[in-house]
């Protein structure tokens, strides 16, 4: 039986197919590398989305968990493998040794001991840094500081923020796709969902947290310095998931009372006769039912048509509510718009809105995203079977003039001291 065996490891040492197997072994090992090379290129700076990179206090304690419990898992998985692999080499099957069976050892009460004691004692270690780390991640802090809470709001696809000043149970405005918040001071987190489960995830400031259609959940984060920090929604929630993007963008606490003061204004009204109140009047007409522009259209969905009405009307936006979120705004299911143009992202965060460096409006960005929005991302925004309203942003077939007018008007949308 042996002789047969060892015949049959010779003649294919000899055949063609062994060349093969040396050559697969050199692929295997060549693949391994390249792939070793690949892996080294996942730096922070080609990969924002990483949570080894924390920049803010949340997350900089999950990296304090993180770090210690890798080490410890990197011991035990080298501490096993080096093990199983001198146990194979040393006790292999050797020549002559084919017909003997090997030593049976059990019972080794040292051993045993050892081998339940040190694992419970690492398990019972990482266990009292884990609890101690969801305690710190789940305990509000105090950030009375700057008095405001930020309902988080995940839509099919991208994200809403409603910010509540002094925390009185009412939203003072409502913007997307950009969370700004201020450096040095927690901010209060509100998660919810106005369709399906989302979940939120700022890597550089804090771990994942649903979004669950009617539930809240809590979450704080605060940025150690200033910057913008990309984020991504991270639970299934349908077609573009995946373009389901957002930013948390933290400015100096000065910086972000500026900020907040410009988004308490109302949209300027453009002087009749120019190519921004054309725009208006194609935003009345066209988009006014889903997107709320404060100053401009009320939230009973009644578009406001003349210039009389839009003066009359210009303070008096605020007065209806969302049944879901308790959010001013039309339908709700499409961005607010009112100063648009103190974002830099739009369409889920996934586009340019106006470059980060100079300002500049990303014009092109904004004309296609109006003439084909589904040439920027994967909707569904017509009725569709099983989904009867359909998501996204439909085609509404604008003019090209009409479109002119329409980004000639949303380019004015920023406050006039900003
Ligand atoms: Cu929202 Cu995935």
Redesign the pocket.
């Known amino acids: 039986m042996s002789d047969q065996f060892n015949g049959e490891v010779e003649r294919r040492k000899m055949s063609p197919k062994y060349d093969h197997l040396k050559r697969v072994r050199k692929y295997v090992t060549m693949l391994l590398g390249v792939s070793l090379l690949a892996l080294a290129g996942c730096g922070s700076e080609r990969t924002p989305l990483t949570t080894l990179d924390p920049r803010g206090e949340a997350s900089q304690a999950i990296q304090n968990l993180v770090v210690p419990v890798f080490i410890v898992a990197g011991i035990v998985f080298v501490f096993i493998n080096v093990g199983v692999l001198y146990v194979a080499v040393r006790f292999r099957r050797r020549k002559g040794e084919e017909n003997e069976f090997p030593e049976q050892v059990h019972g080794n009460t040292k051993l045993e001991l050892g081998w339940t004691i040190i694992p419970a004692l690492i398990m019972a270690g990482i266990a009292v840094g884990t609890v101690a780390t969801l305690v710190t991640l789940n305990t509000e802090p105090d950030n009375t500081a700057k008095d405001f809470e930020v309902r988080v709001v995940?839509q099919?696809?991208w994200w809403q923020f409603e910010y509540d000043l002094g925390r009185d149970g009412t939203v003072d405005f409502v913007t997307a796709s950009e969370m700004v918040i201020p450096t040095g001071v927690p901010v209060d987190l509100t998660m919810t969902s106005r369709d399906v489960i989302?979940?939120f995830w700022i890597p550089a400031l804090n771990g994942k947290k649903d979004a669950a259609p009617g539930r809240l959940s809590k979450l704080w984060m605060q940025a150690e310095e200033e910057g913008r920090f990309i984020g991504q929604?991270?639970?299934?929630?349908g077609l573009s998931?995946a373009y389901?993007r957002m930013y948390a963008v933290a400015k100096s606490p000065a910086d972000f009372d500026k900020w907040v003061a410009g988004q308490m204004t109302n949209a300027k009204i453009p002087a009749a006769g120019t190519a921004e109140r054309r725009g208006l009047d194609a935003f009345t007409n066209n988009c006014a039912y889903c997107h709320l522009i404060s100053g401009v259209n009320t939230p009973d969905c009644t578009p406001i048509q003349t210039e009389a009405e839009y003066d009359a009307k210009a303070n008096t936006c605020w007065v209806g509510a969302s049944p879901y979120t308790g959010a001013p705004q039309v339908s709700g299911m499409a961005p607010n718009l009112t100063h648009l143009m103190t974002r830099y992202v739009f369409v889920g965060a996934l586009y340019e809105l106006r470059n980060v460096d100079t300002g500049e409006i990303n014009v092109n960005n904004l004309e296609g995203w109006i003439r084909n929005p589904e040439d920027f991302k994967p909707m569904a925004p017509e009725p569709t079977r099983g989904n009867t309203y359909g998501r996204g942003m439909p085609k509404i077939n604008l003019t090209e003039d009409q479109i002119d007018d329409l980004v000639a008007y949303l380019s004015t949308l920023a406050p006039t001291s900003a």
Request: some cysteine; aromatic content about 16%.
């Open positions: 995940g099919q696809w989302h979940s929604c991270t639970e299934f929630c998931h389901m």
